[in-house]
Antibody, heavy 116, light 107 residues
Framework: QVQLKESGPGLVQPSQTLSLTCTVS????????VHWVRQPPGKGLEWVGA???????DYNSALKSRLSISRDTSKSQVFLKMNSLQTEDTAIYFC??????????WGPGTMVTVSS | DIQMTQSPASLSASLEEIVTITCQAS??????LSWYQQKPGKSPQLLIH???SLADGVPSRFSGSRSGTQYSLKINRLQVEDTGIYYC?????????FGAGTKLELK
């Protein structure tokens, strides 16, 4: 069955780089896009970016200069890297599979706290 | 970027009441609009896709509609389990954008 699972450091120091991994199963990264969505504590959902089935990427305009999304199809993993982290980047980070018309499967999310 | 203006921000309604949440797109997005429900501590769950299509397993009291660039989510006969936060999402073009969310509580 389709599953996604985020993993990452939990705590990142300000100005440092965040690296997250989304490990997927039950579907192919070369046939489906995977997106990252984040949610600051007590706030709404924010679309972060995506890697499409062909390997191209799109990013949130406000995060574009700090963000990179890549993948390893042989390991069924999608990676998010965001540099120059600030306290405002503290959030739950979700990865989610997009099925042409909607996000159909989500990971449970991973909490990232930016703090010294 | 396409902006999605969602209203109201919060809503308190009684059991069996009819509830409507709206999202206004800043430009034409066709039917590239979906609705999600999020419960505390959980990932969002799909309710409606393609503006008006009910997702599998979602109760029929949920429905979606479109009038131009305004999209609505309607809940007929509100139930206890319908409390949570509701979001619209446009996926007409990247960057995708969510509405700010509507927190639905029982009165």
């Amino acid at each position: 069955q389709v599953q996604l699972k985020e993993s990452g450091p939990g705590l990142v120091q300000p100005s440092q780089t965040l690296s997250l991994t989304c490990t997927v199963s039950g579907f192919s990264l070369t046939s489906n896009s995977v997106h990252w969505v984040r949610q600051p504590p007590g706030k709404g959902l924010e679309w972060v970016g995506a890697i499409w089935s062909g390997g191209s990427t799109d990013y949130n305009s406000a995060l574009k200069s700090r963000l990179s999304i890549s993948r390893d199809t042989s390991k069924s993993q999608v990676f998010l890297k965001m540099n120059s982290l600030q306290t405002e980047d503290t959030a739950i980070y979700f990865c989610t599979k997009f099925s042409y018309w909607y996000f159909d499967f989500w990971g449970p999310g991973t909490m990232v706290t930016v703090s010294s | 970027d396409i902006q999605m203006t969602q209203s109201p921000a919060s809503l308190s309604a009684s059991l069996e009441e009819i509830v409507t949440i709206t999202c206004q797109a800043s430009q034409d997005i066709g039917n590239y609009l979906s609705w999600y429900q999020q419960k505390p501590g959980k990932s969002p769950q799909l309710l409606i896709h393609s503006a008006t299509s009910l997702a599998d397993g979602v109760p029929s009291r949920f429905s979606g509609s479109r009038s131009g660039t305004q999209y609505s989510l309607k809940i007929n006969r509100l139930q206890v389990e319908d409390t949570g936060i509701y979001y619209c999402l446009q996926h007409y073009s990247a960057p995708y954008t969510f509405g700010a969310g509507t927190k639905l509580e029982l009165k």
